[in-house]
T-cell receptor, first 110, second 113 residues
Framework: EDQVTQSPEALRLQEGESSSLNCSYTVSGLRGLFWYRQDPGKGPEFLFT???AGEEKEKERLKATLTKKESFLHITAPKPEDSATYLC???????????FGKGNQVVVIP | SQTIHQWPATLVQPVGSPLSLECTVE??????LYWYRQAAGRGLQLLFYSVGIGQISSEVPQNLSASRPQDRQFILSSKKLLLSDSGFYLC????????????FGDGTRLSIL
């Protein structure tokens, strides 16, 4: 069974204080790893897909990286509007389903 | 561009009452469609998914059912709601091709009294 563990569960950052979120996974053949951002009371918003170890994707202050066992979401010089819960999900071979982690709740303080 | 609509945004229902939540997708054809439930501290739980009209796969045996009467319409139903059915229900779609990301609606907050 595909599994995802995200750490830390919650993180408080000062504005401008860079940090990283971790997503550790076990999957029988990775077909894709997905990062989402979720604001309170809203559905998750798609950010990135990573397919193979060594791949990196960037969007504004966010950068996602992937190894064979984990992915990191780096937040560089965060702003208060980056406050959200970040979800990680994986899809394994032979699977049409995503396995989601419980999320990293990030609060950026002005 | 593609959009996904879910309604209602919030719903308060008594125990034992029926349920119908609707989700529609615009701007694409033959999408894969998904229903999830999100409980606090438990992550997203896949309830149902569909790869075509009338084709429904159930992930978790429960008090709920799903139907896909049209290509871009997905409905989540129950004949009699239980207290444990309370939660945040999310509909999602993806392109029906290799390894595409899922895109979510804004969800329905369901409270059972």
């Amino acid at each position: 069974e595909d599994q995802v563990t995200q750490s830390p569960e919650a993180l408080r950052l000062q504005e401008g204080e860079s940090s990283s979120l971790n997503c550790s996974y076990t999957v029988s053949g990775l077909r894709g790893l997905f990062w989402y951002r979720q604001d309170p009371g809203k559905g998750p918003e798609f950010l990135f897909t990573l397919y193979s170890a060594g791949e990196e994707k960037e969007k504004e202050r966010l950068k996602a990286t992937l190894t064979k066992k984990e992915s990191f979401l780096h937040i560089t010089a965060p702003k208060p509007e980056d406050s959200a819960t970040y979800l990680c999900a994986v899809r394994g071979y032979g699977n049409n389903r995503l396995a989601f982690g419980k999320g990293n709740q990030v609060v950026v303080i002005p | 561009s593609q959009t996904i609509h879910q309604w209602p945004a919030t719903l308060v229902q008594p125990v034992g009452s029926p349920l119908s939540l609707e989700c529609t997708v615009e701007g694409t054809s033959n999408p894969n469609l998904y229903w999830y439930r999100q409980a606090a501290g438990r992550g997203l739980q896949l309830l149902f998914y569909s790869v075509g009209i009338g084709q429904i796969s159930s992930e978790v045996p429960q008090n709920l059912s799903a139907s896909r009467p049209q290509d871009r319409q997905f409905i989540l139903s129950s004949k009699k709601l239980l207290l444990s059915d309370s939660g945040f229900y999310l509909c999602a779609w993806s392109e029906n091709s290799y390894n595409q990301p899922q895109h979510f609606g804004d969800g329905t907050r369901l409270s059972i009294l």
